[in-house]
Nanobody, 124 residues
């Protein structure tokens, strides 16, 4: 069983930055593909960014490319999402997800474990 816990959400102004963290339980974190998703009533849960087991490969949604950076620290069992130049349309609940086998994929159905989510609100 893998438990994921997100933190770092909050209320910020447009143009500001925020860093989300997701810490995982378990000894095999360094082998997991990790991704961030976000959810709104309008769009549902959509892929934001993903990172492979060693950080050598990353993938981003077009809407966040150039503004968000995903990274990981396997020694701390933690994956990060650095969000810059935030826009009101980035407002959502952000979730981290773990994929135990395989590379980065965008589909929610592929992921094995999910965190509880953290709210990010960007005011204009």
């Amino acid at each position: 069983q893998v438990q994921l816990a997100e933190s770092g959400g909050g209320l910020v102004q447009a143009g500001e930055s925020l860093r989300l963290s997701c810490t995982a339980s378990g000894r095999s974190f360094s082998s997991y593909t990790m991704s961030w998703f976000r959810q709104t009533p309008r769009e549902g849960r959509v892929f934001v960014a993903g990172i492979n087991w060693n950080g050598g490969t990353t993938l981003y949604a077009d809407s966040v490319k150039g503004r968000f950076t995903v990274s990981r620290d396997n020694a701390k069992n933690t994956v990060y999402l650095q969000m810059s130049s935030l826009k009101p349309e980035d407002t959502a609940v952000y979730f981290c997800a773990a994929l135990l086998r395989g590379g980065i994929v965008r589909g929610t159905e592929d992921y094995d474990y999910w965190g509880q989510g953290t709210q990010v609100t960007v005011s204009s």
